[in-house]
């Protein structure tokens, strides 16, 4: 037996519909062998509307879990949560002194329902020591504006702007989230690969079990790039594989409804278009 090994460096949901939790649900799902380094561990407070609390581990926990986990040899691999600019700066350095080329950066920078921004200073430790890095970077709308510097997208022409910017800042591929954020009657998402432009939609789900979704999605990239699929078709099959987790999402408790990780496989995907604009 040998499988392929993906990485993610990302927190810890208790919740366990987000974050490495749901990265490694999605790596399994992929057929890949999943490890995790924990950056963070965020916790939700039932006895306060499920508020958030995010735990940053010691730098050297970090670094030894890095340690570990590159000297098996890592196909490819993801970020997640990275909570501050040590942390960043941290991960970006191991990442590059890695050598690991499947590299997808998703740079969280809020939770759903959480509107700050974890701490402000790390949108430019992103753009330093992690955009370098990425093969593929997958922001929504609020991450791709904030890095792009230009504010929240609102419109297709809006994204392609923000787009070509964060391929300016150096990842070589983009994939911008626009999902039911954007005014449209699908849910559409534009993956920019330096040179064209193309629009991934699928149908919009009147849904509010969502939860896990971007983590999902990178994660599925991530592990379709270990198995060696190309990055038009690694973005294609993981917007096939989310869009199924959406339909098929659950209620966990009254807080809370994750994606169904497991669900392409089991139920199917619906119908994802993939156009160059
Ligand atoms: O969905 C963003 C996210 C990423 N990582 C962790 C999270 C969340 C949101 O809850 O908890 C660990």
Known sequence: MSLKKTLTIAGSDASGGAGLEADLKAFE?????????VTVIATMDPDNNW?????TLPIDVLKAQLKTAFSTGIDALKTGMLSTEEVIQTTGEAIKASGVQN????????CKGEDEVLNPGTVDAMITYLLPNALV???NLFEAGQLAGTGTPKTID???????????????NVVIKGGRALQTDKAVDLFYDGSDFYLLETEKVDTL????????????????????????????????????????????????????????????APEVTIEKI
């Open 29 to 37: 799902e992929h057929n890949t062998y999943g490890m995790a380094a």
């Open 51 to 55: 508020a958030h609390g995010v735990h």
């Open 103 to 110: 590299v997808v950066i998703d740079p969280v920078m809020v």
């Open 137 to 139: 970077t997958t922001p």
């Open 158 to 172: 809006e994204l392609k702007v923000a787009a070509e910017k964060i391929i300016a800042l150096g990842a070589k």
């Open 209 to 268: 079990y969502n939860h896990g979704a971007g983590c999902t999605f990178a994660a599925s990239i991530t592990a379709n790039l270990a198995n060696g699929l190309s990055v038009k078709d690694a973005i294609f099959e993981a917007k096939e594989f989310v869009a199924a987790g959406i339909k098929h999402g659950w209620k966990l408790n009254e807080f809370v409804g994750p994606v169904y990780h497991g669900a392409k496989p089991r139920l199917g």
